[in-house]
């Protein structure tokens, strides 16, 4: 064999083996490109914190806070029921909970009322007189606001009246000792909604009867 014909195969040899390196190269490429897709490198984004199905919704105006409710799921396993006092209040969420904001235009959501039945009644800290209070409640959110209130009741009362028998005859006696005590019933109850279920959604507190003997 001449040395011409000698190096046109060694040449041709030394391509061969370039292009196997370069198959190898790709069907490495390849594999490792798989594996990445698999381990999900190449997937979608992952996705932001869903929003908690348990969380009360905003109510507008005109539409139906139970209705509004069963639409966002309360009416299963951990979630109210349907008619007054049946089923159960939003399954509890760890932590502290947080507060629902009030809308910023009220006008544009309904308001749901709700009357404790049973008032409270309470001594004075400082005189044998005592009060008796009845209360109602509002909110902007659905029903499951309510229903936790119905389900919590005995907590709330509780916490009432402990805070009740801590107060002076002479400050429930006039209108801003009675502001003053509606914006501590509201932060009581709210806070053990969020306690609870993990979130408050009481708008305000109203005094229906008040008593003082």
Do not use: C, W
């Amino acid at each position: 064999m001449s040395d011409e014909a000698k190096a046109k195969k060694k040449k041709g040899g030394g391509m061969k083996m370039i292009l196997l390196i370069v198959v190898a190269m790709v069907l490495g490429g390849a594999g490792a490109a798989g594996g990445l897709y698999a381990a999900g490198f190449f997937g979608a984004k992952e996705e932001g914190p869903k929003e908690d199905p348990n969380k009360p919704v905003l109510v507008l105006a005109g539409e139906n806070a139970e209705e509004v409710a069963k639409a966002h799921g309360m009416g299963g396993e951990g979630h109210g029921g349907g008619g007054a006092g049946e089923g159960h209040a939003a399954a509890h969420a760890p932590g502290k909970g947080i507060d629902l904001p009030a809308p910023a235009n009220p006008a544009a959501y309904q308001a749901t009322y709700f009357q404790l039945q049973t008032p409270f009644t309470s001594n004075m800290s400082d005189t044998d007189a005592f009060a008796q209070i009845s209360l109602a409640v509002s909110t902007y959110y659905d029903m499951r606001v309510i229903e936790a209130i119905k389900t919590h009741e005995m907590a709330i009362r509780s916490q009432v009246l402990m805070m009740l028998a801590e107060q002076p005859e002479a400050m429930l006696a006039t209108p801003e000792g009675k502001r003053q005590l509606q914006g501590k019933i509201k932060a009581i109850i709210n806070s053990i909604l969020k306690q609870k279920t993990g979130y408050g959604g009481v708008d305000n507190v109203y005094f229906t009867n008040f008593v003082i003997q």
